[in-house]
């Protein structure tokens, strides 16, 4: 019976523990940039259903680049929220966001890496590695 109880319980909130992890993902990119041309990395929007915005995007630098330097800009521009589902729409339009550019130290050609985090306003995150090649 114990134990009947404890799967059920364990079958009830593992979906929850699933959907919170999902919303926290991490992605591994490579990348390359010529010179100190800054390079636009994304565009990061946070949205309702009705394209509102939902609050600030904040971005955080856990691993800095050691070769360069990266920023976030607050801005309006266009977010990709794909061709599918209720939010594509929110694609046709510009949404306010944070905007993310990498720009190499002057003079530099060689290999870079660093990691920035965007934190919602709802507490979820997208973490994004990233391995550079200057030109």
């Known amino acids: ?14 979906p929850s523990v699933a959907a919170a992890q999902a919303r926290n993902e991490t ?18 929007g946070h949205v309702r259903k009705n394209c509102e915005p939902i609050g600030q995007i904040r971005m955080v630098l856990p691993v800095p680049p050691q070769n360069g330097k ?17 939010f594509r729409k929110c694609s046709e339009r510009r949404t306010p ?6 720009r190499a130290t002057e003079g530099y050609r060689g ?22 090649t200057i030109y």
């Open 27 to 44: 992605y591994n990119w490579l990348r390359y940039a010529v010179g100190t041309q800054p390079l636009n990395f994304l565009h990061a």
């Open 1 to 14: 019976m114990k134990f009947a109880v404890a799967l059920l319980f364990a079958l009830a909130i593992l």
């Open 70 to 86: 990266v920023e976030a800009i607050q801005k309006a521009d266009f977010v990709e929220f794909g061709n599918k589902g209720a």
């Open 111 to 132: 290999s870079d890496r660093f990691s920035f985090q965007l934190v919602y306003s709802d507490g979820s995150t997208r973490r994004y590695n990233v391995d550079m």
């Open 97 to 102: 966001g944070i905007t993310v550019i990498y």
